[in-house]
């Protein structure tokens, strides 16, 4: 995750590489479980497009998929490595505003 985080031009400035290593967490776990584990598919859109474009909602629906395969629909998520808030009970990854890349 610190690596990625010197990656440029990504969506939401760090959000992007760390939603990355939670998925390539999950898909770890997978493989360690014999189960299919995670080949980066979402990763094409954590950076801009040919159009300099970030595709925010490509990503999102990538994730959100992926996840629900690695880790189980959303609200019984489970992981021996990562554990998943409910954002429904509290909400820990809010942003207010627009987050500049200064």
Not at 2 to 12: G, N, P
Request: glycine share 8%; with cysteine.
């Amino acid at each position: 995750l610190i690596a990625k985080a010197a990656w440029m031009q990504t969506i939401e400035k760090d959000q992007g590489p760390f939603d990355e290593t939670v998925l390539e967490i999950l898909g770890l776990e997978a493989r360690a479980h014999g189960e299919k584990g995670y080949d980066s598919e979402c990763a094409q859109f954590v950076f801009a497009n040919a159009r300099g474009n970030h595709e925010v909602a490509l990503y999102a629906q990538c994730w959100w998929r992926v996840s629900e395969r690695l880790a189980g629909p959303f609200g019984t998520r489970r992981s021996s490595v990562i554990r998943f808030a409910d954002p429904r009970v509290a909400d820990v990854n809010h942003v207010v505003g627009v987050r500049g890349l200064a």
